[in-house]
């Protein structure tokens, strides 16, 4: 999205190519008076906090940190500036990040040389999302002298490769600097059932410990990439790999479900359908999933008929039952038993801090009174794991085949309340809008 010229909140200059950290002063000044044209014609002399780009070069680092740019240019930033080192540009960008993320700031000007476009759409591509509204305003930073141009070409352009082929190698930049991230509130927690049988299922609970995402509400093991949050692509990639290698799946074969809220359910080796909230399979050397921040996260498995299943349940999918759903779909694909069937109920909301409208509410009631709490509140609280339970046990699965916060041994309980536990998970309930989500996932072994 274009931003209107002067709005923006932080500019960044890119003087990450490689012959600006080396060249003559010719080539700094002549890409700086490019740069100073364009921050003029966007804000004149009120220029907002600038952040300088530049690679570090580890063998030939200057002692002056301001070499690359001339003092007498920087007089011009009333507001602010800050050069930001890196032999890596995903760890420039995603410092910067972190900064504007912490200002709650999102309209960025960039001012580069247009042989380094390519470059940037993939670094933001990967590391930010459609939060932040991006103006890039390039600049032809080649000379006349011949020597000075060779130093402005890109690698890539000198090598011939095509456009995605180059992505791929940016890609792999910021992967790598991702994976050398360190984990963030400690290590990663998965949390397991112990009625799901090991030997046949491979299975889990995330919670939010062990990954990389900074953002307070979204940290650490956030495992959701929205366009409506702060969490880009490339972290929350890099929070699935980390999950993926501690619960011992490959995140390349990870099938989560397409959440609508309602009861659909995909039957895996048949047509996708394009929205569902339950999915099931027989597949082996396939990780299924669905995730969690307040809604329920439910496995499903059959160590019987060898079939496994998971499920997101909201509260409007508890009501259009996709629960049973899902038991059914495994019943009618794979010949399950009903009474072979177990089901897991993983961290959610719980009754403590869930509520609804009172016409909402009466759905829950109307299945059983016990299920709405200070029924005559306005707003009165609702228990939508007790709801899915009794669903279940209506549908013929047996009340010892399912685990759900109300089993007697509660060092074993995994359907924890997400919203009074924010050291152990994200919760859209206590958290607001830009929160972050846990998942459940299984495979057959």
């Not at 063998?59 to 690359?68: D, F, Q, T, W």
């Not at 009474?339 to 009172?358: A, H, K, M, R, Y």
């Not at 009174?369 to 609702?382: D, G, L, R, W, Y």
Request: glycine share 6%; hydrophobic share 35%.
């Amino acid at each position: 999205m274009v931003e209107e010229a002067g709005k923006e909140e932080i500019v960044l200059i890119d003087l990450f190519d490689y012959g600006y950290h080396r060249s003559k002063h010719l080539i700094r000044d002549n890409a700086l008076q490019h740069v100073w044209s364009i921050t003029q014609k966007h804000y004149g002399t009120n220029i907002p906090f600038t952040y300088f780009m530049c690679y570090q070069d580890p063998i030939c680092e200057e002692k002056n940190p301001h070499s690359a740019l001339p003092e007498m240019d920087l007089d011009r930033l009333k507001n602010g500036y800050k050069i930001v080192k890196d032999t890596n540009m995903a760890a420039i960008l995603y410092t910067i990040k972190q900064e504007i993320d912490e200002l709650d700031k999102s309209s960025v000007l960039i001012i580069l040389p247009q042989q380094r476009k390519l470059h940037m759409d993939v670094y933001i591509e990967q590391l930010f999302t459609a939060v932040y509204k991006f103006t890039l305003e390039c600049f032809n930073g080649h000379h006349d002298d011949e020597n000075i141009i060779q130093l402005c070409v890109t690698e890539a352009e000198k090598s011939g490769l095509a456009d995605e082929d180059f992505k791929q190698i940016v890609k792999k930049y910021i992967i790598s600097y991702l994976q050398s991230l360190p984990s963030l509130k400690g290590k990663l927690i998965i949390l397991k059932s112990q009625i799901i049988p090991e030997d046949s299922f491979l299975h889990g609970f995330s919670t939010r410990s062990g990954g990389i995402s900074s953002i307070p509400t979204l940290s650490s093991l956030n495992l959701f990439s929205s366009s409506k949050r702060r969490d880009p692509k490339g972290v929350v990639a890099e929070n699935f790999r980390r999950l993926g290698k501690a619960a011992g799946f490959d995140p390349e074969t990870y099938v989560p479900v397409k959440v609508a809220h309602s009861q659909n359910v995909w039957i895996m080796g048949r047509p996708e359908p394009p929205v569902y909230d339950g999915i099931v399979t027989n597949q082996k050397a396939v990780t299924i999933a669905a995730p969690g921040a307040d809604c329920i996260p439910i496995l499903f498995c059959d160590p019987v008929k060898k079939a496994c299943g998971a499920a997101h349940s909201g509260w409007k999918g508890t009501l259009l039952g996709v629960s049973m759903a899902t038991v059914n779909a495994m019943i009618s694909e794979y010949g399950s038993n009903v009474e072979d069937i177990i089901v897991v109920l993983g961290p959610s909301v719980g009754p403590c801090c869930f509520t609804l409208t009172q016409e909402n509410a009466k759905a829950f009631y109307d299945i059983d009174p016990q299920c709405v709490i200070h029924v005559e509140s306005s707003k009165p609280n609702v228990d939508i794991r007790r709801a899915t339970r009794i669903l279940l046990e209506r549908g013929g699965v047996l009340p010892q085949n399912i685990q759900d916060d109300t089993m007697v041994d509660k060092s074993q309980n995994v359907t924890l309340c997400t919203s009074c536990h924010p050291d152990k998970f994200f919760s859209h309930v206590r958290d607001g809008n830009n929160f972050g989500t846990q998942i459940c996932f299984i495979s057959l072994k």
